[in-house]
Nanobody, 123 residues
Framework: QVQLVESGGGLVQAGGSLRLSCARSGGTLSNYNMGWFRQAPGKEREFVAR????????SYSDSVKGRFTISRDNAKNTVYLQMNSLKPEDTAVYYCAADQRYNGYSTRLYQYWGQGTQVTVSS
């Protein structure tokens, strides 16, 4: 079982920045593709960003491209999401997820999930 814990969420003004972290406490993440997803109240969970196990390939949703950066430190078993130029529409619970089989963008392709961290952007 892969247990993931997100941290770094909070309240920030529009235009500000936050850095989210996702860590596996009891094992390595080096063999997993990792993704960040978010879910606003009343909406479906949506893809935000992904990174391959080696960190050699990253992808972003159109809504965050150019503002968010996903990265990883396999030595620390941690994945990061740097969020800059935040907008009120970025407000959501942000989840990290791990995938050992695929390299995709759909929630159904990820086997392990954290419990989320709240990001609120005020205007």
């Amino acid at each position: 079982q892969v247990q993931l814990v997100e941290s770094g969420g909070g309240l920030v003004q529009a235009g500000g920045s936050l850095r989210l972290s996702c860590a596996r406490s009891g094992g390595t993440l080096s063999n997993y593709n990792m993704g960040w997803f978010r879910q606003a109240p009343g909406k479906e969970r949506e893809f935000v960003a992904r990174i391959t196990w080696s960190g050699g390939s990253t992808s972003y949703s159109d809504s965050v491209k150019g503002r968010f950066t996903i990265s990883r430190d396999n030595a620390k078993n941690t994945v990061y999401l740097q969020m800059n130029s935040l907008k009120p529409e970025d407000t959501a619970v942000y989840y990290c997820a791990a995938d050992q089989r695929y390299n995709g963008y759909s929630t159904r392709l990820y086997q392990y999930w954290g419990q989320g961290t709240q990001v609120t952007v005020s205007s």
